[in-house]
């Protein structure tokens, strides 16, 4: 249930609290001599430079302002109070005045951290500017406090202006040093451990690869993650206080080792660019049935859609293909299963499909899970198939409540997931195919959220894709994520972007090629996937679905990702010229589109 507004019990307490700042507010001796502002850019002039707020959940705006030019907002969701916080700087021992000006209901305004008694006020509904204000005394070893302003759960966006922390100066903090003696430890094709001494006054570092930075953490080692292998990486290390940022570590440099065949071979075996496709095999709707074999030799990845469940949990899937009533021209079984060898003659791959838009795929108990290892190799042997993609939509993945951490997941639908794809990836070995076609909501959108999130109310859904990906990544062929039928995603700039433009696709992409913090948490990243196991997925035609870019939107989005040119006001965090390519809904469209999608792509990678 989403919140709507603060407990009862919560209210009651903060209501006294209220009731008693008159009283507060009267005692509070005047300002000392000594006594200087402490919070940084309290009139947001500056943006939001001293400021952190939660999943990018606030912005500065020109409108309202109680003074000068900007102010902030914060927008509460359903599982986010809009929270944004600044650590300072005190004295033990010392009193402290804290005020700030807000607009909104339920508007909070306090501080944490003090060594005494945390504070905090906050009012019901403040249709004008406002003034909270509050007091608190720091401990007697208390040498930084956390200032803190948010909303309540569900409710509309606030703003705040002029907040203002007036005490004793303490002792500024200094700028730490660079790392030293930073080293590398195993090497494998795809990562590189990392490790470094302390620094003095350091909270946390961050760690460059080739000059991009790709996490914070908070200890002294790392593991880089999802690597090329046979590549060299410059990586280098700061660290980090509420001073700033140290300039980075003398570069070290580490190559990983050259795949073993293992892994992800059959991405390997895969063209430098890749177009991929999926192909209605049983059924044909407004697009017509196309027949395998006058699938055009453009086409490197040929998704066979669909193999669906005989119910949702059962894990029995069948692929039926089209009957004669619905697709005439299709052809036989016989000639169906020669055209797949002739097209793995010619080098492409074939797949079949798992799950699509009415295909709920459920594996909730070990059963299920054994019956759809069973099932989806009995399809794979009967038509001599390269792989499987997996494209779960719906709700076939959710995550239970209080299952947080993605790299180690509890939720049984997932849990089983991974174990059936680890299954068939072993019986079939090094060649097998593994292909994924989330949608954003499941992967770019567990930036923001993940599951019900910490205090619940969150659709479960949000981020649901992400164990999986994570666990499946050595054997992981291609991610070509539906950059389609998608609400507005927020990106790693903390904007959000809305499908059928070049831009979408940079900035979607952007993030799964540089990684990023799950539901916010610095300390929580999912890490980058490599290039060649990307692909943007993007709809044929108009017809095929919502978010279709044109031709010429498209080669931007590539020369952004590519090249590093036609990038628009998105800024990436890389440049990658290994993308794999393009998958698109369908292969079917696209023909009743005169193939304008695949003679795109061949015109832009030469084909």
Known sequence: MARTG????????????????????????????????????????????????????????????????????GTPTAGDNAQCTQTVTVKPGSTYSLSGYVRGSYVYLGATGTGTTDVSTWTQSAADWQKLSTTFTTGPSTTKVTLFTHGWYG?????????????????????????????????????????????????????????????????????????????????????????????????????????????????????????????????????????????????????????????VTSGDIRFNRCPVTECPNVESDADFKAAIKAKQAAGKKVLISIGGQNGQVQLTTTAARDTFVSSVSNIIDTYGLDGLDIDFEGHSLSLNTGDTDFKNPTTPVIVNLISALK??????GDKFVLTMAPETFFVQNGYQFYGSGKWGGQDPRCGAYLPVIYAMRDDLSLLHVQDYNSGPIMGLDNQYHSMGGADFHIAMTDMLLTGFPVAGDANNVFPPLRPDQVAIGMPASTNAGNGYVSPAEQNKALNCLTKKTDCGSYTTHGTWPALRGLMTWSVNWDRFNNWEFQKNFDAYFGG
């Open 423 to 428: 299954t068939l990836k072993a019986k079939y």
């Open 6 to 73: 603060p407990p009862r019990r919560f209210l009651t307490a903060v209501t006294a609290a209220a009731l008693a700042a008159a009283g507060l507010t009267a005692l509070t001796a005047p300002a000392q001599a000594a006594d200087t502002e402490l919070a940084r850019n309290g009139g947001f002039e500056s943006g939001l430079d001293g400021w952190t707020c939660s999943a990018g959940t606030g912005k500065i705006v020109s409108s309202p302002t109680h003074s000068g030019t900007s102010a902030l907002q």
């Open 155 to 311: 409710t509309p966006a606030y703003t705040v202006d002029d907040l203002s922390l007036v005490g004793p100066g303490g002792e500024a903090p200094v700028l730490p040093a660079a790392p030293t003696g930073v080293k590398t430890g195993t090497v494998t094709a795809t990562s590189v451990a990392l490790s470094w001494p302390a620094v003095s006054g350091a909270t946390s570092y961050g760690i460059y690869i080739n000059g991009t930075k790709s996490r914070t953490v908070t200890g002294t080692s790392t593991t880089l993650t999802g690597l090329a292998p046979a590549t060299a990486y410059s990586l280098q290390v700061t660290a980090l206080n509420d001073a700033g940022e140290s300039s980075k570590s003398t570069a070290v440099t580490a190559t990983t080792a050259q795949g073993s065949g293992g892994g992800n071979q059959g991405s390997a075996d895969l063209p430098a660019h890749a177009l991929v496709g999926y192909l209605h095999a049983s059924f044909a709707n407004g697009a017509g049935y196309t027949r395998l074999a006058d699938v055009p030799d453009s086409w490197d990845v040929i998704d066979l859609s669909f193999g669906e469940p005989t119910s």
